[in-house]
């Protein structure tokens, strides 16, 4: 049974850094797409990056240039690094295999418990 697990969450400054990462089965690997969601209060879940192999990669508008997705293939993680955090990043965050674009709220998987992420101003 495939599990996601997201960690790494936690409280940062606007213009700060933070990672988080998600672990996952080496099956779930084998598939070569993974994808960051976030769901902020009041707002449904959307895809914000996906992963596409080793390199290829796709952000929304809202995180690009400031958020890099990428994988870490001995740890069997994927990780999303966020610089220039802004209080707008506030969410909770989680990671699956994509089920649509960018913006979609469906995965593939069960969802994992997500990590919080509050960024204040």
């Known amino acids: 049974q495939v599990q996601l697990v997201e960690s790494g969450g936690g409280l940062g400054q606007a213009g700060g850094s933070l990672t988080v990462s998600c672990a996952a089965s080496?099956?779930?690997?084998?598939?070569?797409?993974m994808g960051w969601y976030r769901q902020a209060p009041g707002h449904q879940r959307e895809l914000i990056a996906i992963?596409?192999?080793?390199?290829?990669?796709a952000y929304a508008e809202s995180v690009k240039g400031r958020f890099t997705i990428s994988k870490d293939n001995d740890k069997n993680t994927v990780n999303l690094q966020m610089n220039l955090l802004k209080p707008e990043d506030t969410a909770v965050y989680y990671c699956?295999?994509?089920?649509?674009?960018?913006?979609?709220?469906?995965?593939?998987?069960?969802w994992g418990q997500g990590t919080q992420v509050t960024v204040s101003s």
């Open positions: 699956n295999i994509p089920a649509g674009p960018l913006g979609t709220s469906r995965g593939q998987r069960p």
């Open positions: 080496r099956d779930t690997f084998r598939l070569n797409v």
């Open positions: 992963l596409y192999g080793s390199s290829s990669t």
